[in-house]
């Protein structure tokens, strides 16, 4: 293997060795041929003399002038037409010109050659932990893809050292990040290290080395609180695995999907995660739904769906869910959980808030002049909530278009209240103030459920799928009863969200919800799929009729 990676570097030389050769060769022979050394074109042998100190440096130069001398000295004359030879003198002090030259021309290339050399390992090394950094991680990648290796590409992500940053001198940061490499190094090997940024570490393991216990030992050691300097922390690490077991991928394509798979799982929490196909389609898809959101929003792509809301006391149509779809043709169908989340993250969420909202009214203003008055919903998220662009846009156009604001009802998720809590109560209480409802959606799920419908101002709370799909058990259904009687002693109305069996619903009405939504009574319905809806549902088939 070594005498084949060898053979390229053989063949190059011997390539040179020819073509300085051929120079010299050619030189002898137009000096001899223009009559000897008296004349100007003796100046040739230059050409070889720079070309080979440029090829091997001084050794190169100074060979290439002791045989420029030579050939030139006792061999060449001083005029062939007379015959006339040199004299010693005059062609050894040209050689040791000629060597002088070679050397400091030599010197110049290798001096140039070494800086050139540093200048590119400083480009291989990360200056804060001193390893080497990505553009050497992807040329030994490319070294061990070629000789068939099989490895672990590691990628150690250090998710809050940002926000440990920001209360801690930076001194202290490039302590623990030096402390967590030199860890590293210990257990793993210097050589097999590098550093993509200052908040991510990457490693290379053999197939055979004991990487998933040395990782699973540095997450323990800082899932503890660490001490540095009198200061306490504890570091958040998410581990990305990528096994490459031979076959053509790219370095880039190895090291992307190492870092792929850290991305799964809670941002803030320690793990470890590896590398699944899904994953890296799902990514594509997320990168494909980012470049054409902002063309589907201007170009009406997304389009609106109503889901009834029944009171099961009375059996009554009392209301919709306003519901957002994107339309993306002959391509893969993508539920808003999806878009929703892209489109937050990347600052779309205003104006897809802004078109439910402004073709939602639209909507029910219509449906109002057809006789069809029922309240309806929509979901904000907290960022929304504190935009106070976004709220003073929603509240004068609810005012311009003469809606009663009591039959609009803001949908915001546990989960929000649960992590934007302080910033959203104050917001929460003047909207009710001012005559807008308030629904807690996916009740529930979060750690502080029953806190939640105490500490906010809210109307209504939205009982999540999950229980409701589990209501055969007996714990889950005291659970819904508990949550039922405790809202109703607080008179808040409780609305159970997916249901889809007629056993559900003889359940929630014993247990005595107020409402339910969901696919045992209609499944989110296009403006005119509603009005059928409706009026079907009130046995009001003439009136359907007459508004047609």
């Given at each position: 293997?070594?005498?084949?990676?060898?053979?390229?570097?053989?063949?190059?030389?011997?390539?040179?060795?020819?073509?300085?050769?051929?120079?010299?060769?050619?030189?002898?022979?137009?000096?001899?041929?223009?009559?000897?050394?008296?004349?100007?074109?003796?100046?040739?042998?230059?050409?070889?003399?720079?070309?080979?100190?440029?090829?091997?440096?001084?050794?190169?130069?100074?060979?290439?002038?002791?045989?420029?001398?030579?050939?030139?000295?006792?061999?060449?004359?001083?005029?062939?037409?007379?015959?006339?030879?040199?004299?010693?003198?005059?062609?050894?002090?040209?050689?040791?010109?000629?060597?002088?030259?070679?050397?400091?021309?030599?010197?110049?290339?290798?001096?140039?050659?070494?800086?050139?050399?540093?200048?590119?390992?400083?480009?291989?090394?990360?200056?804060?932990?001193?390893?080497?950094?990505?553009?050497?991680?992807?040329?030994?990648?490319?070294?061990?893809?070629?000789?068939?290796?099989?490895?672990?590409?590691?990628?150690?992500?250090?998710?809050?050292?940002?926000?440990?940053?920001?209360?801690?001198?930076?001194?202290?940061?490039?302590?623990?990040?030096?402390?967590?490499?030199?860890?590293?190094?210990?257990?793993?090997?210097k050589d097999a290290i590098y550093s993509s940024s200052n908040d991510e570490i990457i490693l290379i393991a053999c197939s055979n080395c004991k990487y998933r216990e040395n990782v699973n030992n540095t997450i323990k050691k800082y899932s503890n609180p660490v001490k540095v300097k009198n200061y306490t922390f504890?570091?958040?690490?998410?581990?990305?695995?990528?096994?490459?077991?031979?076959?053509?991928?790219?370095?880039?394509?190895?090291?992307?999907?190492?870092?792929?798979?850290?991305?799964?799982?809670?941002?803030?929490?320690?793990?470890?995660?590896?590398?699944?196909?899904e994953l890296e389609e799902q990514r594509r898809e997320a990168l494909e739904i980012t470049g054409s959101l902002l063309e589907a929003i201007k170009k009406n792509e997304l389009y609106l769906v109503y889901q009834p809301k029944i009171n099961i006391i009375d059996n009554s149509i009392v209301g919709v869910e306003?519901?957002?779809?994107?339309?993306?043709?002959?391509?893969?169908?993508?539920?808003?959980?999806?878009?929703?989340?892209?489109?937050?993250?990347?600052?779309?969420?205003?104006?897809?808030?802004?078109?439910?909202?402004?073709?939602?009214?639209?909507?029910?203003?219509?449906?109002?002049?057809?006789?069809?008055?029922?309240?309806?919903?929509?979901?904000?998220?907290a960022k929304e909530l504190c935009d106070k662009d976004f709220m003073e846009w929603t509240k004068q156009f609810f005012k311009d278009n003469e809606i009663d604001k009591s039959m609009f009802e803001i949908e915001i998720t546990e989960r929000v209240l649960a992590k934007e809590g302080k910033k959203v109560f104050?917001?929460?209480?003047?909207?009710?103030?001012?005559?807008?409802?308030?629904?807690?959606?996916?009740?529930?799920?979060?750690?502080?459920?029953?806190?939640?419908?105490?500490?906010?101002?809210?109307?209504?709370?939205?009982?999540?799928?999950?229980?409701?799909?589990?209501?055969?058990?007996?714990?889950?259904?005291?659970?819904?009863?508990?949550?039922?009687?405790?809202?109703?002693?607080?008179?808040?109305?409780?609305?159970?969200?997916?249901?889809?069996?007629?056993?559900?619903?003889?359940?929630?009405?014993?247990?005595?919800?107020?409402?339910?939504?969901?696919?045992?009574?209609?499944?989110?319905?296009?403006?005119?799929?509603?009005?059928?809806?409706?009026?079907?549902?009130?046995?009001?088939?003439?009136?359907?009729?007459?508004?047609?």
């Amino acid at each position: 293997m070594n005498g084949l990676k060898n053979y390229p570097k053989t063949f190059s030389n011997l390539y040179k060795i020819m073509q300085i050769s051929l120079l010299l060769a050619a030189a002898f022979l137009i000096v001899f041929l223009t009559d000897g050394t008296r004349n100007v074109y003796l100046q040739l042998f230059y050409i070889p003399l720079i070309l080979s100190a440029y090829y091997w440096g001084v050794k190169g130069g100074i060979s290439a002038a002791i045989i420029s001398g030579i050939i030139l000295g006792p061999f060449m004359p001083l005029s062939v037409s007379e015959g006339i030879m040199q004299s010693t003198s005059n062609w050894v002090i040209r050689l040791l010109i000629y060597m002088l030259i070679g050397y400091i021309i030599g010197y110049a290339f290798n001096r140039m050659a070494r800086l050139d050399k540093e200048a590119q390992e400083r480009n291989l090394i990360n200056p804060l932990t001193g390893i080497y950094n990505t553009n050497k991680l992807l040329i030994d990648l490319e070294k061990r893809i070629e000789e068939g290796e099989k490895f672990t590409l590691i990628s150690i992500k250090l998710t809050n050292i940002e926000s440990i940053e920001k209360y801690l001198d930076y001194k202290i940061v490039e302590e623990i990040i030096k402390g967590l490499v030199s860890g590293l190094e210990h257990r793993c090997g210097k050589d097999a290290i590098y550093s993509s940024s200052n908040d991510e570490i990457i490693l290379i393991a053999c197939s055979n080395c004991k990487y998933r216990e040395n990782v699973n030992n540095t997450i323990k050691k800082y899932s503890n609180p660490v001490k540095v300097k009198n200061y306490t922390f504890r570091l958040a690490l998410k581990i990305g695995m990528y096994d490459y077991n031979g076959g053509y991928e790219s370095p880039i394509e190895i090291f992307n999907k190492a870092r792929i798979a850290y991305e799964q799982g809670d941002s803030k929490e320690s793990g470890i995660y590896y590398y699944k196909d899904e994953l890296e389609e799902q990514r594509r898809e997320a990168l494909e739904i980012t470049g054409s959101l902002l063309e589907a929003i201007k170009k009406n792509e997304l389009y609106l769906v109503y889901q009834p809301k029944i009171n099961i006391i009375d059996n009554s149509i009392v209301g919709v869910e306003v519901l957002v779809r994107w339309d993306r043709g002959d391509k893969k169908p993508l539920g808003p959980s999806v878009f929703i989340v892209i489109a937050e993250e990347i600052g779309y969420i205003r104006e897809i808030s802004r078109f439910i909202i402004n073709n939602a009214i639209t909507q029910i203003i219509e449906w109002k002049n057809k006789g069809i008055k029922i309240n309806y919903s929509i979901n904000l998220s907290a960022k929304e909530l504190c935009d106070k662009d976004f709220m003073e846009w929603t509240k004068q156009f609810f005012k311009d278009n003469e809606i009663d604001k009591s039959m609009f009802e803001i949908e915001i998720t546990e989960r929000v209240l649960a992590k934007e809590g302080k910033k959203v109560f104050d917001i929460l209480q003047n909207l009710r103030n001012m005559g807008y409802k308030v629904s807690i959606d996916d009740f529930g799920t979060g750690f502080n459920s029953l806190m939640s419908a105490v500490e906010f101002p809210v109307d209504t709370l939205k009982i999540d799928k999950y229980f409701i799909d589990s209501l055969n058990r007996y714990d889950i259904r005291e659970i819904v009863s508990a949550i039922i009687k405790y809202a109703h002693k607080l008179k808040i109305k409780v609305i159970a969200e997916g249901v889809e069996t007629e056993r559900q619903l003889k359940v929630l009405r014993r247990l005595k919800c107020d409402m339910v939504q969901g696919y045992y009574y209609s499944k989110p319905l296009l403006p005119d799929e509603f009005e059928r809806f409706y009026y079907e549902f009130n046995n009001l088939e003439e009136e359907y009729q007459k508004v047609q």
